[in-house]
């Protein structure tokens, strides 16, 4: 399986998702690589630990610099994941045919795939999102990102790629007080099948700068987990907005 975790606006938390799910889908036993497709602008090396052990990065396996297996090294912060950085700079990294091509060799050793692509809807996207099965539509509840949402899922359709959505950074208080959009109201504006649902949280932001993993008890860790088996195909209930904190 390989999903790519894309968004219509930048900032909206593709990166955070492609790793809390990874981490989450490595908990219930999966093996998962998660490819940096944001050439230029590289954050899951520092997110999942991997920041001062990676040598190699993607644009030196398309470079032939490396092969494929060097430019993978294993998180620190989850066994059974692995990761291939993004290469620092925005060089000309490949075509989508040249990732399709390395993706789908390297999906068969795996049992996810996860590429976080770049926001937008350029370049970088059709590279990113050449070689997926299925897309994870990032979006966070403001009307806005609710409407680049359904841009980006029109043109994933248009391709074949079949979207789910995942509110990130929900705020359940000014939700309850009718001040920010609800989930209704989001999914109803971005016209894309809900997958989850992850709260604003500190303690994403602090995982996310020291490349370590969210506390396993916490509510937020709990959601990426409902994440994670809603991918496997399992059917879980939305947790209670009520109870977020
Ligand atoms: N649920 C959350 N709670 C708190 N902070 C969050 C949450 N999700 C993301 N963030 C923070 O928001 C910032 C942007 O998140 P992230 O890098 O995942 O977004 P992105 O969509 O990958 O951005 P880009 O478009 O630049 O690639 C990061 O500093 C991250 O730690
Ligand atoms: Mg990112």
New binding site residues.
Partial sequence: MIAVVT?GK???????VSAGLACALAREGQRVLVIDA?AG?R?LDLMLGIEERAVYDLSDIFARRCEPIRAITPSSVADGVFVIPAPGTLEEMCSPEEMQYLCRGLASHYDTVLIDC??GIGRGFRVATAPADRAII?ATPDMVCARDAQIVSGHLDAAGISCKMVI??LRPRPVMKGKMPDIDEVMDAAQVPLLGV?????A??IA?ANGKPLPLSSFTSRCFSNIAARFMGRSVRLANLAKMK
């Fill in positions: 968004s930048g900032g909206a938390g593709k990166s955070t944001d602008l954050s770049p926001a990032v990130n950074r992850i709260p604003e949280d500190e994403v932001s996310n």
